[in-house]
């Protein structure tokens, strides 16, 4: 077997996971089943290790972004229903009836599409109740019918997104309500004509951390499901204990010294003030480190912080261990976790690189290893 933890990887806490689910089904009615979204690699954690590890605990459905990520869970051995949330080009059809994944429909022209290549696919509506993205709009009633009635279309699930739900001012959440409103509107249309047997849903972790009495067949949990928030101030009504499922390390290459006076890395963007001790650890930004972080945050090493210093490269980058008293290389580095008392969260990184942990996690690269932590 290939040597673990050589340069730089992910270790997950599966029981995290596995209490953050518990959160979640506690939180929701008892007839909403979970379904994560796995889609970009599972947010980086690795999609078919974590829809493994949710099928064990009874989780049936799941959503993706793209065809190929329904066909990667299907070939790692996840069962149940897979959701592609987002388009999928005629070209890659075949892809859907092998793998048996089912489809959004994201507007009725796409209804016509799929239904015009003659082959029987599984469906779910996308509605679009005021995010303007992707779905039929919901006032279009008439046409949402038409979508029902395709007869090579099989429908199983009618869905919407809401686009402002993580907010709770008086603004959005009148907003948010207007969405629910307009989902409802079209489930009771489509009663009315005698459309049932579909599922529904609308809410991802925002719309269940905050909206968390609504009744919806699935709930479309992402972000929070691993443990973390978007963004670090964001507050949410339900008090919930969420655990985060992912750090983030890599190897100390080198410790050494940089004399005063010189400068680290690319563009020479960081000099050293006085004689200093740096190290250099094995992971960049093709891993996932955005380039962002450069003189920007910290690392965690043996307990102590350590300042990022210089760009960060693709590959590598470096750190000022002036205070990082015992330190060698082959030490570990942590970027997002734990180390002694201190803990970075991926809410952190996020924040000093100017975005949400989202993006942070679901541009963890192909390079790192990913591990269950034992
Ligand atoms: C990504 C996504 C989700 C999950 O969102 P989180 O905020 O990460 O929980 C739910 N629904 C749709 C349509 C999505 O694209």
Not at 3 to 23: F, P, S, T, V
Not at 43 to 58: D, F, M, P, R, T
Not at 104 to 127: E, K, P, S
Not at 219 to 245: C, E, F, M, Q, T
């Amino acid at each position: 077997m290939m040597y673990q933890k050589g340069r730089a990887w992910i270790e997950l806490d599966l029981a995290h996971l596995k209490h953050n689910m518990e959160q979640f089904c506690s939180l929701l009615p008892p007839d909403c089943a979970l379904m994560p979204a796995v889609k970009a690699n599972a947010y980086g954690h690795g999609a078919v290790l974590v829809s493994k590890a949710l099928q064990e605990h009874g989780v049936q459905n799941f959503c993706v972004a793209s065809a190929a990520e329904g066909v990667e869970l299907r070939r790692g051995g996840v069962t149940g229903e897979i959701l592609v949330l987002s388009y999928t080009h005629p070209g890659q059809f075949d892809d859907l009836i092998e793998y048996r994944l089912a489809q959004t429909v994201v507007d009725g022209d796409y209804a016509r599409q799929m239904q015009r290549d003659g082959r029987r696919f599984t469906v779910h509506v996308g509605i679009d109740t005021g995010m303007h993205r992707l779905g039929e709009r919901w006032e279009n009633v008439e046409e949402i019918v038409k979508i029902f009635q395709a007869p090579n279309l099989t429908v199983t699930g009618l869905y919407s997104h809401l686009c402002v739900s993580d907010g709770r001012n008086a603004a959005e959440r009148a907003y948010t309500l207007e969405q629910i409103h307009h989902f409802e509107y079209v489930v009771e249309e489509l009663h009315r004509r005698g459309y049932s047997g579909f599922k529904c849903h609308l809410q991802g972790s925002y719309g269940i951390l905050n909206y968390s009495g609504l009744c919806f067949d699935y709930a479309r949990a992402g972000i929070a499901l691993y443990g973390i928030l978007s963004g670090k101030n964001d507050k949410v009504d339900a008090s919930v204990d969420l655990r985060p499922v992912l750090s983030l390390k890599a190897r100390v290459e080198s410790v050494k010294t940089l004399y005063q006076g010189e400068s680290a890395g690319y563009g020479m963007a960081y000099s050293a003030k006085k004689d200093q001790k740096i190290g250099v650890l094995s992971i960049g930004y093709a891993d996932g480190v955005p380039r962002s972080l450069s003189n920007q945050g910290w690392v965690l090493c043996n307990g102590k912080a350590a300042p990022i210093i210089g760009r960060i490269c693709m590959d590598q980058m470096m750190v000022d261990f002036s205070e990082v008293s015992q330190v060698e290389a082959g030490d570990e580095a942590v970027l997002i976790g734990k180390s002694g008392n201190l803990e970075i969260r991926a809410e952190d990184m996020a924040q000093w690189a100017g975005t949400i942990s989202n993006e942070i996690l679901s541009r963890m690269g192909g390079r790192l290893e990913r591990l269950v932590k034992e």
